[in-house]
């Protein structure tokens, strides 16, 4: 679904992000860990187009994401609160993600009717904008967001950071629903090794913009990387 | 300390994204300031002349007289723009900072804002006018020492009215009022406020009053700062009740009707937004100036044209010129959507035109002043729809300034939202339609100036498809720095 061709980013004249090689399978989920400063969000900018490499591309479903915009229609995320409307309600919101992709209210509706234990009655019917919503719950507006259209490729950076305890165990199990769909590739990135290892099957560690792991989860994965973060 | 305040200061200023922009654009920038600086000490020397010269009295005791309008003006525009030093203030709370010490600061700061020290350029000329024609120089200085502090005491008073709206619109009522009233001469209120002003002038010693007052209305703006100071008092941000709009009959536009109803919500819920729509609607009355010839030298052909592009384009130089920018808090999310650049572009393009439209319908009341004007009128409707909505849209792509939907202080008061290309681009905007209409005007005549402009104006909008593929190209390269600009708060 996605190749990496020999990505690089470079700013002024530091490298933050090299990678030889990367593939990334349809339907696979995706996790990505690596201390502050590894290129994880990086990597997710340049997937989105929203920064330019510096030498080599990414292929997205046969689209050079660089090139042109054609791996839109089938490609979300969310990243941070910049892809929120701060003056929209919640509702607002994805509604106009939904007509975006293509999806009446009806569909967005019944979409969003899946994720009330997620919302846990803090996002709907609120009489607030989105930008006087605290971060967890503007969190859980974008993450949700993300899902609207039925995209084949779901990129969430950080998902889990400044959610409570208990919405981070109700995202991990959306997530987990989410690749066991086939078709749905998930890329995740997360500081924390737990609830990675948990939802994703593949976990890449970059270190100082190189890929330094790639593993597949199994028994073992939680502490190899526990050695290796150890240093 | 102020060392240290004084240097996040400097850093903040000149680290800005909008800052870093190619040498000629610079050397541009500082000759406009220094056009702008020629311009008031202009008035400043020349009002004294110029009153005297009407011959409607005592030039001092004239502009004494209409003081009162001067200050009442100069308090709504900081209210609506000038930026309040709150801003950067949060980061400090923390740190083992005397509270009093960044508060002086913070008020301290306001001092030597532009809103102040741009009175300078008219009052210290004027007063050295005075000197020079035979006013008494203690006389004088008094005078000139009380209006400074006036301007403070302004300064000071907008400090601490900051987001009264109610307040605020309670004034701009009386004010209106008594401008009004004056003029259709029911009640003067400069004959009651002028005698204060003369006092000044006449009992020198009078001007320690307003400085007290100053003083007072430092303390006053000090203690309020003070006390709220803190995260959920006067730091908090203002909470308002949602209501949501569905707006069904934009649906059948398809795409374009999404963007539509974005952008509506957009104007009506932010404060920034709808303080450039009201200020496009007012541009309307600017024609005003020119067709009833308040002021000569607007009387020459050319300037009917330059109305023209006024009155109609009002909304478009001032909601328009900042296109990409209204989404610079959400421009990732647009960029990385399902949205393709010039769906969003002609989105943009239909809201400014379809403004122009309604610009141009309100402006009819211009037929009032004979078919000349409202034929400059519509033919600067036509072109501000055929050739500076292309414009207004190139030019958008430099706009690297993000734009803080929720504050109205950085419209004009921000030297950070200062964008000399988009200035740059302002020229072919009003200088172009005018040398179309000067070649019709002397080969032909008044209506074939016109009539040229007006083709003109067609003639762009047969090249759309052109045009916004050019604009495209333009906004897809600055697209990376747009959004790296954006990133800067």
């Known amino acids: 679904m996605i190749t990496v061709h020999n990505l690089t980013k470079t700013y002024a004249g530091q490298t933050v992000l090299n990678i030889e090689h990367l593939e990334i399978p349809k339907g696979q989920s995706f996790g990505l860990v690596g201390n502050n400063g590894a290129g994880k969000t990086t990597l997710f900018s340049l997937l989105l187009d929203l920064i330019q490499p510096t030498s080599g591309h990414i292929i997205n479903n046969g689209v050079q994401v660089d090139q042109s915009e054609a791996w839109k229609p089938f490609t979300s995320a969310f990243i941070d609160e910049s892809f929120l409307i701060g003056y929209l309600t919640a509702e607002e919101y994805f509604y106009f993600i939904g007509e975006l992709r293509g999806r009446n209210k009806g569909d967005v509706d019944g979409l969003l009717s899946q994720f009330d234990d997620f919302f846990h009655g803090e996002i709907l019917g609120q009489k607030k904008y989105l930008r006087d919503l605290s971060k967890g719950n503007q969190k859980k507006v974008g993450i949700v967001a993300s899902f609207i259209g039925n995209p084949e490729v779901v990129i969430l950076d950080e998902p889990f950071a400044n959610l409570d305890p208990t919405t981070q165990i109700r995202l991990k199990g959306i997530i987990k629903d989410l690749a066991a769909k086939e078709e749905v590739t998930v890329l995740v990135s997360s500081h924390d090794l737990i609830h990675v290892t948990e939802v994703c099957e593949r976990i890449v560690v970059l270190n100082k913009g190189e890929i330094v792991k790639d593993l597949h989860t199994s028994t073992e994965t939680m502490k190899e990387l526990e050695a290796f973060f150890a240093g | ?489």
Not at chain 2, 128 to 144: F, K
Not at chain 2, 347 to 360: D, E, G, H, Q
């Open chain 2, 1 to 489: 300390m102020l060392k240290y305040f004084i240097g996040l200061q400097w850093k903040s200023f000149f680290r800005s994204a909008s800052f870093k922009t190619e040498i000629w654009f610079k050397i541009l920038m500082a000759l406009g300031a220094l056009y702008f600086i020629a311009v008031f000490l202009g008035m400043g020397v020349g009002a004294y002349f110029i009153i005297e010269k009407m011959d409607i009295g005592d030039p001092l005791r004239v502009v004494n007289r209409f003081m009162v309008y001067y200050l009442a003006f100069d308090l709504v525009f900081r209210y609506m723009l000038q930026k309040m030093p709150v801003t950067n203030i949060k980061p400090l709370l923390y740190l083992p900072i005397d509270k009093t010490k960044v508060v002086n600061f913070s008020l301290g700061k306001t001092v030597i804002s532009f809103f102040n020290l741009s009175h300078a350029f008219f009052f210290i000329p004027f007063s050295i006018v005075l000197l020079t024609q035979g006013y008494s120089p203690i006389q004088v200085i008094g005078w000139h020492l009380a209006f400074m502090a006036l301007i403070y005491c302004n300064n000071f008073l907008n400090v601490m009215v900051n987001n009264k709206n109610s307040v605020f619109y309670v004034f701009v009522v009386l004010f209106l009022f008594a401008g009004a009233s004056q003029y259709y001469q029911w009640f003067d209120i400069t004959l009651y406020t002028q005698p204060i002003f003369d006092f000044f002038y006449d009992i020198p010693w009078t001007a320690t009053i307003p400085w007290l007052v100053l003083v007072g209305l430092y303390y006053g703006a000090f203690t309020y700062f003070k006390k709220h100071m803190y995260l959920d008092g006067g730091l908090a941000k203002k909470q308002t009740e949602a209501k949501m709009e569905n707006m069904e009959w934009l649906d059948r536009f398809g795409n374009l009707g999404t963007f539509l109803k974005n952008d509506i919500k957009l104007i009506k819920r932010n404060k920034r937004s709808r303080t450039a729509v009201l200020m496009g609607f007012f541009f309307i009355f600017y024609g005003l100036l020119f067709f009833t010839s308040a002021i000569e030298v607007y009387d020459g052909p050319f300037w009917k044209i330059f109305a023209g592009i006024f009155v109609t384009g009002g909304f478009m130089f001032s909601f328009g010129q900042y296109v990409p920018s209204w989404d610079s808090s959400y421009y990732p999310l647009m960029m990385s959507q399902n949205i393709k650049y010039r769906e969003y572009l002609s989105s943009k393009w239909y809201l400014v035109i379809i403004a122009t439209i309604i610009s141009t319908i309100l402006a009819t009341f211009y037929l009032y002043f004979g078919w000349e004007a409202y034929a400059a009128v519509l033919v600067g409707g036509i072109y501000n729809i055929g050739i500076n909505s292309y414009l207004v849209l190139w030019g958008g792509a430099y706009v690297k300034t993000p734009i803080e939907l929720t504050s109205n202080k950085k419209a004009f008061g921000d030297k950070q939202a200062f964008n000399a290309k988009t200035l740059l681009l302002t020229l072919p905007k009003l200088v172009l339609p005018i040398i179309i209409y000067a070649v019709g005007h002397f080969l032909i005549g008044p209506v074939a100036g016109y009539i040229f402009v007006a083709v003109f104006g067609l003639l762009g909008f047969i090249f759309k498809e052109r045009v916004f593929t050019m604009i495209e190209g333009i906004y897809k390269k600055e697209k990376y720095k747009t959004l790296l600009a954006y990133k800067q708060k």
